[in-house]
């Protein structure tokens, strides 16, 4: 905490720690840094989120064998109140595991990821940007 209250992450900072609660199984960290009203699109399969419930749903469900990811994030880059993150995605399943290269685009709005979107390759992240702005 600084002299005058909570320290506001920055965007970046935010969602280095969404990758290093997801990394550390802390869900209760990852529901935290989400907006309510989070949409969210899935890397691996482009599934949609839509809202803090469907999130809180689908980590449920995989705490309890449902299909289980793991994301690394290789490089982060700093694009104002939005951040890609390029790494990989690992996804496990009915004994089947597999590993690709993922890209992500967070926007970040009051302190919190309203929008998560992910994407096979960064040139199609930043095409994406330029649609939404």
């Given amino acids: 905490m600084g002299e005058d209250g909570p320290v506001e992450l920055t965007p970046v900072q935010l969602v280095r720690r969404l990758f290093d609660a997801n990394r550390t199984g802390d ?5 935290s840094l ?3 009203d989070i949409e969210a699109r899935a890397a691996a399969d482009g599934r949609e989120f839509h809202g803090i419930e469907d999130v809180r749903d689908w980590l449920v469900g ?7 990811t793991e994301v690394d994030a290789e490089l982060v880059e700093d694009l104002g109140s939005d951040v890609l993150v390029v790494g990989r995605l690992r996804a496990f399943h009915g004994g ?3 590993d ?3 890209c992500w685009l967070f926007r970040v709005r009051d302190g919190r990821i ?7 390759s960064p040139e199609h992240a930043r095409a994406a940007l330029s649609v939404h702005d």
Wanted: proline letters at 7%; glycine letters at 10%.
């Fill in 27 to 31: 869900d209760v960290l990852v529901l």
């Fill in 114 to 120: 309203t929008r998560i979107s992910g994407f096979r």
């Fill in 96 to 98: 089947v595991m597999w």
């Fill in 100 to 102: 690709r290269p993922a």
């Fill in 62 to 68: 995989a705490a309890h064998g449902g299909p289980r």
């Fill in 34 to 36: 989400l907006a309510e």
